[in-house]
């Protein structure tokens, strides 16, 4: 039998040309009929691709320098501008992509076990007119729950390391302090180890985090280790609270994972949470009320019981979730008494309702913000002290204070990256016109930009801490580590994607390898009080000896209860230092290294220069200077009134 023969294409049939969604990045490149713009976003690629992943290489390359020389830093910034400059670029002049990556984005996800995650940045695709993208992550499969469970060993093994290696330092002793006093007599006051009794000085603040210490010492008594322990269990839950809020904002368990990680491994947040402070137990308390306040005034809610009275009109114009709130009051409050700063999410909440009622109108919105701007107006006429307490620590711009730009932006990369990151953000919102993502973002914004306006330019700071904004840097991680991940979808080859998931993981294990030694060898900044002291618990002679300090005497490392120190003053100037010497004749003089700068040049070279040096600068490593001194050791001229 014949073959049926096809028939002869007529020659003024023109050939067939396949439409935008069938054709690949690889055929789209191949493709003879291209046109200009697709040529020219895909130079702006390569651009973009080449410039950012250099900057992230030299940020790489400053971690491991440690302070960035100026022709490097020049460098960086130039090529960080290109990135900037290429990046805006390329996501205007490629507005399908950008929308076909943002699509996953929902306000809901919704989880299905089935759908395991083989990449962060998959290229979206297009099937029968539905947006797809194999990189969105509908659920978290097997191998993201065991990534996890690594990833929260791991936290455990990185906070938990020579946890009582150091002694106490800063602000430490007056949390050991307080929680002993709680843990001895169940009240908030501090306990005295000079004489084993508890002090007049009442220290209620953040008296849940003191509560919790004095249940540690319960369970594993007084130390260093027992003291620090809470906080590795809080550094623990931010790293479960970090992956499980980036998983609802990105709604993909591998990004998730990727913010954990990145908050897993900074090291200025690993010395929190090997530290004895509240600012541990703030950071994950005060994630989860941001995403609880987010879900609040974002998303709306409507009571089906229409047929009691008055919820046909809550739900008209109020309609915000009931359960919501009843959690966001309580946990307003709790938050509070851990720190006076969690309060900030007030006024971000403030703003982030005036740009809901201008973007979208709903009267929920318009009713929320009116009684927000009316009800400070009452206090104010009805309690103007309230006012007065506020505004007595604001400068109104009279302070400057640059470095909570980097407090909150430079990690995990460069504060200019972070920056470079937002805005591509920024232009990546414009362009997808995707409510969900915008609201995420602009949400953080507002809070971090808020954050870095108030310590800034406005309050009354002595010096800059980072630890004053630790739990607003956790939103700015979770903002830049999101949209960065974002930002690789937009790539079209899967090589250029992983490489520059490895970048980012590169950068998070240079930033913990360069803090390893401060973590768990030598503190940078504080010493070992606990082998002085004990110099001066052998030596010191209660019935003659006087012990001039300042500011601060450690008395829990003073281990003689056989020789309580009973003449005790601080040291202030010279003239002081001269009466105590003629009066006492003999004594110590013991303060931290670290306190240096508290006294005056010509005081310190006085005292090296006639009293017998023990522990401090020059003799051993213990960071306490200290000093035995006998009046014989005075000069003529200075024994004399």
Not at 268 to 283: G, K, P, Q, S, V
Not at 352 to 377: E, K, Q
């Amino acid at each position: 039998m014949a073959k049926r023969r096809k028939p002869a294409r007529r020659p003024d049939t023109p050939l067939p040309r396949p439409s935008d969604a069938e054709v690949t990045p690889a055929k789209r490149r191949a493709h003879p009929l291209r046109s200009n713009a697709s040529a020219s976003v895909s130079v702006l690629e390569h651009v973009f691709a080449v410039a950012f992943g250099l900057s992230l290489v030299l940020a790489m390359i400053a971690k491991v320098a440690g302070t960035p020389g100026g022709g490097l830093e020049k460098v960086t910034l130039l090529v960080t501008l290109v990135a900037a400059v290429a990046g805006v670029a390329f996501v205007f002049r490629n507005r399908e992509r950008c929308r076909a990556v943002a699509a996953p984005v929902i306000s809901e996800c919704c989880p299905d076990a089935d759908a395991a995650v083989d990449n962060v940045a998959a290229p979206a695709t297009e099937v029968n007119g539905t947006t797809a993208n194999k990189a969105a992550g509908s659920g978290v499969g097997r191998r993201q729950w065991f990534a996890l469970l690594c990833l929260l060993v791991v936290s455990t093994m990185v906070y938990g390391y020579r946890l009582g290696h150091f002694d106490f330092y800063m602000d430490e002793f007056q949390v050991v302090h307080a929680s002993v006093g709680y843990h001895h007599t169940g009240k908030f006051y501090k306990w005295s180890f000079a004489d084993d009794k508890l002090t007049d000085t009442e220290y209620d603040r953040a008296w849940p985090h003191t509560r919790i210490i004095a249940q540690s010492y319960k369970l594993f008594g007084i130390s260093e280790w027992s003291s620090r322990l809470p906080s590795v269990v809080f550094g623990i839950l931010l790293i479960a609270g970090g992956f499980a809020v980036g998983y609802r904002v990105s709604g993909s368990a591998n990004v998730a994972l990727l913010i954990a990680a990145s908050l897993l491994f900074y090291p200025d947040f690993i010395e929190l949470f090997r530290w004895t402070r509240m600012y541990a137990f703030l950071m994950p308390v005060f994630l989860l009320l941001s995403y609880v306040v987010f879900r609040l005034l974002s998303d709306p809610y409507e009571i089906r019981k229409e047929s009691i009275p008055g919820v046909a009109w809550y739900n008209r114009n109020i309609n915000y979730n009931p359960w919501y709130v009843l959690i966001v009051l309580p946990l307003l409050k709790f938050a509070r008494e851990i720190h006076v700063n969690a309060l900030a999410i007030a006024p971000v909440g403030v703003l982030y309702l005036m740009y809901l009622s201008v973007t979208g109108r709903a009267r929920r919105h318009i009713i929320a913000v009116s009684i927000a701007v009316i009800g400070p107006v009452v206090v104010f006429i009805l309690k103007p002290k309230v006012f007065h307490e506020i505004t007595k620590r604001v400068s109104f711009f009279e302070v400057h204070n640059p470095e909570y730009l980097g407090f909150l932006l430079s990690y995990p990369f460069s504060t200019a990256i972070g920056i470079t990151i937002l805005l591509i953000g920024g232009a990546m919102i414009i362009v997808a016109r995707n409510r969900a993502l915008r609201d995420r973002l602009v949400f953080a914004c507002i809070l971090v930009g808020f954050i870095l306006l108030f310590f800034g330019k406005l309050t009354h700071v002595a010096s800059p801490r980072f630890r004053y904004t630790t739990h607003v840097t956790v939103i700015a991680i979770v903002a830049i580590v999101g949209v960065y991940c974002l930002i690789l979808r937009l790539f079209s080859q899967r090589s250029v994607r992983i490489a520059f998931v490895c970048l980012l993981l590169g950068n998070l294990g240079v930033a913990y390898c360069s803090g390893i030694k401060s973590l768990y060898v030598r503190h940078p900044r504080y010493g070992s009080p606990s082998v002085a002291y004990k110099t001066l618990a052998e030596r010191y002679d209660p019935q003659s000896d006087v012990v001039i300090t300042g500011p601060y005497f450690r008395s829990y490392y003073y281990p003689n209860a056989d020789k309580p120190i009973v003449k005790q003053y601080p040291l202030t100037n010279q003239d002081d230092l001269f009466t105590l010497v003629r009066y006492f004749k003999s004594g110590w003089i013991v303060w931290e290294t670290g306190y240096s700068y508290l006294r005056p040049i010509e005081l310190l070279r006085y005292i090296h220069k006639h009293f017998e040096k023990l522990h401090g600068t020059g003799v051993d490593d213990t960071r306490i200077e200290m000093y035995y001194f006998t009046i014989d050791m005075l000069p003529e001229r200075d024994r004399r009134p």
